[in-house]
């Protein structure tokens, strides 16, 4: 079955900085990768995701992430963080050869700080 | 709709009584997903249709739990005899396509459940 690990509960960065939110999976067949964010009291919103091709994918409001297969990651990235990108980030992993449902990691709570 | 839609957003429920949380998906959209999203966690998977049919409900956490989708559209899920972990907020999704797409999810605002 897949997963998804978060390693970092929260990351902190100062506004104008640039950010990473890590990521690593687990899948037996070839994965399809997410982003999604979620601000308080909301759903779960899409930024981006990895079907094949480019490793680097570019997303909604300027998050990017690369696709690392030998390191079974897909980090989350963006040069410059904004106070308003603060929220709940999940990572999330579909293996596409076995099923469609998606499986979710634990959440990395982003803080910018202005 | 525009969107995938929840009611109710929230609901208190007393130990022991029944409930139903509803799901309004995008119309036309094939897949629905259910998820239980538990306090300063990530989503947990709970059951997924296409169309009308339940293909997994293998996250369904006990025989309490039951979800349908008579008509492939609509979709409830129902707790029965409410205990106080099952408190969370329910999360529904839909996806335009099927088995194997690579489509992404749109999801709804969930529904808060808190039980008393």
């Known amino acids: 079955a897949q997963s998804v690990a978060q390693p970092e509960d929260q990351v902190n960065v100062a506004e104008g900085n640039p950010l990473t939110v890590k990521c690593t999976y687990s899948?037996?067949?070839?994965?399809?990768l997410f982003w999604y964010v979620q601000y308080p009291n909301r759903g779960l919103q899409f930024l981006l995701k990895?079907?094949?091709?480019?490793?680097l994918v570019k997303g909604s409001y300027g998050f990017e992430a690369e696709f690392n297969k030998s390191q079974t990651s897909f980090h989350l990235k963006k040069p410059s963080a904004l106070v308003s990108d603060s929220a709940l980030y999940f990572c999330a992993v579909r293996d596409r050869d076995r099923n469609n449902d998606m499986r979710f990691g634990a959440g990395t709570r982003l803080t910018v700080k202005p | 709709g525009a969107g995938v839609s929840q009611s109710p957003r929230y609901k208190v429920a007393k130990r022991g009584q029944d409930v139903a949380l509803r799901c309004d998906p995008i119309?036309?959209?094939?897949?629905l997903f259910w998820y239980q999203q538990a306090l300063g966690q990530g989503p947990e998977f709970l059951t997924y249709f296409q169309n009308e049919a339940q293909l997994d409900k293998s996250g369904l956490p006990s025989d309490r739990f039951f979800a349908e989708r008579p008509e492939g559209s609509v979709s409830t899920l129902k707790i029965q005899r409410t205990q106080q972990e099952d408190s969370a907020v329910y999360l529904c999704?839909?996806?335009?396509?099927?088995?194997?797409?690579?489509?992404?999810?749109?999801f709804g605002s969930g529904t808060r459940l808190t039980v008393v």
């Open positions: 999704a839909s996806s335009l396509g099927g088995f194997r797409a690579n489509y992404g999810y749109t």
């Open positions: 990895y079907i094949t091709g480019d490793n």
């Open positions: 119309s036309g959209h094939v897949s």
């Open positions: 899948v037996s067949g070839n994965p399809y």
